[in-house]
């Protein structure tokens, strides 16, 4: 079993910057990809990024150019740069992570990630 716990959430002005960070409680060994999904109020959850254990990343549409995933995988952690945030990045942040070739599929709890016009 793995869990994810994030942080970085939080309130920001439109075109502002948050860092959110999502830390597992092991190392996994096997090919995973780790990512971001968001869901806002009333809406389905959506992928914003995703990054293979071996560095491809993949974005929405909606946020390329802005936001930047990375990890660091001696610190089990993964990141999302966000920038020039605007109100529609508004929702709870999701952190995942999948074990390749395996039906493993862990989720963590959300961070809050608020945009005010």
């Known amino acids: 079993q793995v869990q994810l716990v994030e942080s970085g959430g939080g309130l920001v002005e439109a075109g502002g910057s948050l860092r959110l960070s999502c830390a597992a409680s092991?190392?996994?060994?096997?090919?995973?990809?780790k990512g971001w999904y968001r869901q806002a109020p009333g809406k389905q959850r959506e992928l914003v990024a995703t990054i293979t254990s071996g560095g491809i990343t993949n974005y929405a549409d909606s946020v390329k150019g802005r936001f930047t995933i990375s990890r660091d995988n001696a610190e089990n952690t993964v990141y999302l740069q966000m920038n020039s945030l605007q109100p529609e990045d508004t929702g709870v942040y999701y952190c995942?992570?999948?074990?390749?070739?395996?039906?493993?599929?862990?989720w963590g709890q959300g961070t809050q990630v608020t945009v005010s016009s």
């Open positions: 995942y992570l999948r074990v390749l070739f395996s039906s493993s599929v862990y």
């Open positions: 092991r190392s996994i060994f096997n090919s995973n990809v």
